[in-house]
């Protein structure tokens, strides 16, 4: 075993895993196999249900801290988006500009503290206007990622011409999948967190 | 389905499930166990390694008010104590007065917010002593617990006596069991969380 490390995964349901009846989501998946590398791993689901860019970023440096102790190697996982260009009241919950601002004041919050950070873009659900939304914020993200030398995993566009992915959110509530879904996801993410992960 | 139910777990390493390469812990089994039975759970782990009631107690309204929201049927599942009575420096990280009084102060804010209560007592490692103050305390707690009218499952004297769960303890890091210990422990709770879920 190597480093102690420490990781929050930070975000919404997806990262919750909401619809997994192994309540794993993706994040448990890829924590699964971090610990079956041989990671001397400590994973901590942050993810709440219907949270936007702006709540995550309200509780981030509190509850983070309560789980990266110093001495340790601190990592943090984010990924959300899909509530903020929810519509509700005629507009979305979060509009791009303010979205593309919460992400850029993680980013710094953890540079501050000496965390790393993954960041994993937001999915599609089923309605076509809203990924069209979050595929745009998803592009923002991106550009956002890239500018602050920040490994970023875009799966909007993938998961939209996954068949198992979309299958999974229309049985499911329209947005969450199942088990086959997150099996899915977690596997697009892998190869990204096994990479960043090995970095120091 | 019935009621939407958020339930937070909350509590020490024991609750996030250290040692269990499925991550999984004695929560998410129970978790798994009450989705498979139809309840409308989603379930939040906020066990943190280290932590005593102290720790436990200066997070726990603010975390748990970000995933329990009003219109859901809100709860919280308690476990705690084994890193109170640690030794270091010559005595218990926090001494039993006040571990007893940090029980209190969660029930009473527990029940100011409307949030039901379940709480499981703290388990034994592999130290005889550390497991002679941890009985305890969990006495201690049982008879709080007794006074506020919530649900305790006391679980130490039954792990104590347990080939299964002394061995995975032995085994791991002296203190945390893998997969076959949760097992024996999600098994111990399960009665009561089924119990409890089924009461409004």
Redo the contacts between chains.
């Keep these: 075993m190597g480093a102690d490390v420490r990781v929050c995964f930070v975000g919404d349901s997806f990262v919750?895993g909401?619809g997994d009846?192994?309540?794993?989501g993706w994040a448990?998946r890829l924590?699964?196999r971090a610990?079956?590398d041989g990671v001397a791993l400590?994973?901590?689901?942050l993810g709440?249900?219907?949270?936007t860019s702006a709540?995550v970023l309200a509780?981030f440096t509190?509850?983070c801290a309560?789980?990266l102790?110093a001495g340790t190697d601190r990592r943090v996982v984010l990924s959300f988006g899909v509530n903020d260009t929810m519509h509700e009241n005629g507009g979305p919950r979060v509009d791009p500009e303010t979205s593309a601002a919460n992400l850029a004041a993680l980013l710094e919050r953890s540079a501050e503290q000496g965390w790393r950070v993954l960041m994993v873009g937001p999915v599609p659900v089923d309605d076509a206007a809203h990924n069209a939304r979050t595929a745009a914020l998803d592009a923002r993200f991106a550009e956002i990622c890239a500018a602050a030398e920040i490994s970023y995993v875009s799966v909007h566009e993938v998961l939209l011409g996954s068949a198992v992915w979309m299958r999974e959110v229309r049985a499911g509530d329209g947005a969450h999948p199942g088990a086959p879904g997150y099996d899915v996801l977690a596997e697009l993410v892998l190869p990204h967190w096994q990479d960043w992960l090995a970095r120091r």
């Excluded at 400590?42 to 689901?45: D, H, P």
């Excluded at 709440?48 to 949270?51: A, D, G, H, I, L």
């Design positions: 919750a909401v009846p192994l309540l794993l448990g924590g699964g610990l079956a400590t994973a901590y689901n709440v249900r219907r949270q709540d509780r509190a509850e309560q789980r102790p």
